[in-house]
């Protein structure tokens, strides 16, 4: 089954440094890949998806993530952390054997320090 | 265009009452996917409809039902509520069902049951 993995549960920052967030995934064939953020008490908001082509796609509010297939990773980076990105970021994996619903890992806290 | 609304935003009930909860997708979504979001279980499919027909469901109780209307707007219905069943429930809408198509979710209806 499709499962992904999030390896850290909260991570901090300092306002400014670099940022980056862990997500690997388990499934054999080129996955559907996304990332979402949730700000407390709101829904998830889009960031950025990966579906083929060129490994590192760039996202909303200066976020990118990369593809590597040989790691079954795609993580989440920003150069800049701002405190407004303090939030719950999930990773998520298309379950294509299952009516192509998300499977999302357990998310990760980003603190961020002034 | 406007984004996926959710109504109410708030409930709380108390064990054993049922509730329904609303979703509205965005213009033009003929797909409507529900999951539920505790602390502890993170993010759980529920169920996804599309043009009035359930397509996919996940691994909750028969307690938990939902259903689409023509307008593709769709409600969730919990029976019998349990302690357990306070969460956030989050509705999702998408244009087709292929793996590839993103999913927007709307901002949640919290529910608190007593």
């Known amino acids: 089954a499709q499962s992904v993995t999030q390896p850290d549960i909260h991570i901090t920052v300092s306002e400014g440094a670099s940022l980056e967030l862990r997500c690997n995934y388990s499934?054999?064939?080129?996955?559907?890949l996304f990332w979402y953020v949730q700000s407390p008490g709101q829904g998830l908001q889009l960031l950025l998806k990966?579906?083929?082509?060129?490994?590192l796609v760039q996202g909303i509010k200066g976020f990118e993530a990369e593809f590597k297939r040989s790691q079954s990773s795609f993580n989440l980076r920003k150069p800049s952390v701002h405190w407004s990105d303090a939030a719950e970021y999930f990773c998520?994996?298309?379950?294509?054997?299952?009516?192509?619903?998300?499977?999302f890992g357990a998310g990760t806290i980003l603190r961020v320090k002034s | 265009k406007a984004g996926v609304t959710q109504t109410p935003r708030y409930l709380i009930k108390t064990r054993g009452q049922q509730v329904t909860l609303s979703c509205s997708p965005i213009?033009?979504?003929?797909?409507v996917s529900w999951y539920q979001q505790t602390p502890g279980q993170g993010l759980q499919f529920l169920f996804e409809?599309?043009?009035?027909?359930?397509?996919n469901k996940g691994n909750f109780p028969g307690r938990f039902s939902g259903r689409q209307f023509s307008n593709s707007r769709s409600e969730m219905n919990v029976s019998t509520l349990e302690l357990g069943d306070s969460a956030l429930y989050l509705c999702?809408?998408?244009?087709?069902?292929?793996?590839?198509?993103?999913?927007?979710f709307g901002p949640g209806t919290r529910l608190l049951v007593l």
């Open positions: 999702a809408s998408r244009g087709s069902l292929a793996g590839l198509e993103t999913q927007y």
């Open positions: 499934y054999g064939a080129t996955p559907y």
């Open positions: 990966y579906f083929s082509g060129d490994t």
């Open positions: 998520a994996v298309v379950n294509m054997e299952y009516g192509n619903k998300l499977v």
């Open positions: 213009s033009g979504h003929r797909s």
């Open positions: 409809y599309f043009s009035e027909t359930q397509r």
